[in-house]
Antibody
Framework: EVQLVESGGGLVQPGGSLRLSCAAS????????MSWVRQAPGKGLEWVAN????????YYVDSVKGRFTISRDNAKYSLYLQMNSLRAEDTAVYYC?????????WGQGTMVTVSS | DIQMTQSPSSLSASVGDRVTITCRAS??????LNWYQQKPGKAPKILIF???SLQSGVPSRFSGSGSGTDFTLTISSLQPEDFATYYC?????????FGQGTKVEIK
């Protein structure tokens, strides 16, 4: 079965860190750009970052530049998002998504709550 | 950054109605426009890519059109399972940006 499964979300204090993981299966992971997209409670969708097949190119939305790092391990069929210096406005469901621009497969999401 | 503006923000319709949602880009994006459907508590699902290409497995009552700055998603005959929020998204440039969403509710 083709799927993406996120993990690593939770409650963190402002200024804290969290690492999200995404396990891919059912497709050739190293053939695809991958992305993270988030959705704050009751709000719309916001693209966060993407990464090229071999990890050589990475792009970020301005609001997370310098704080978040996207990475991947093709041998483990895994995508990651290291989130540092977290802010209240980073509170959202984070989706692991297949594709760098056309998002044709989504995980179920993992909730990140930044609060004291 | 390219801004995507959808209209309306919400609409009420009945089963069997023809529904049209509009998306406008702040600059030309050629045909680099995708449409997604999201139901409450669920991940989004792609419906249309490249402005008018139907994703495999998506019912043919969904269609997309447009190029440049103006795009349309049409549902030819609304079905009960189509009540959801719809988002447009451009992949012409980075950052990728989404419209604010259009919620389709039952009349």
């Amino acid at each position: 079965e083709v799927q993406l499964v996120e993990s690593g979300g939770g409650l963190v204090q402002p200024g804290g860190s969290l690492r999200l993981s995404c396990a891919a299966s059912g497709f050739t992971f190293n053939s695809y750009w991958m992305s993270w997209v988030r959705q704050a409670p009751g709000k719309g969708l916001e693209w966060v970052a993407n990464i090229k097949q071999d990890g050589s190119d990475k792009y970020y939305v301005d609001s997370v530049k310098g704080r978040f790092t996207i990475s991947r391990d093709n041998a483990k069929y895994s995508l990651y998002l290291q989130m540092n210096s977290l802010r209240a406005e980073d509170t959202a469901v984070y989706y692991c998504v297949r594709g760098g621009g056309v998002f044709n497969m989504w995980g179920q999401g993992t909730m990140v709550t930044v609060s004291s | 950054d390219i801004q995507m503006t959808q209209s309306p923000s919400s609409l009420s319709a009945s089963v069997g109605d023809r529904v049209t949602i509009t998306c406008r880009a702040s600059q030309s994006i050629s045909s680099n426009l995708n449409w997604y459907q999201q139901k409450p508590g669920k991940a989004p699902k792609i419906l249309i890519f490249a402005a008018s290409s139907l994703q495999s497995g998506v019912p043919s009552r969904f269609s997309g059109s447009g190029s440049g700055t103006d795009f349309t998603l049409t549902i030819s005959s609304l079905q009960p399972e189509d009540f959801a929020t719809y988002y447009c998204q451009q992949n012409y440039s980075t950052p990728r940006t989404f419209g604010q969403g259009t919620k389709v509710e039952i009349k």
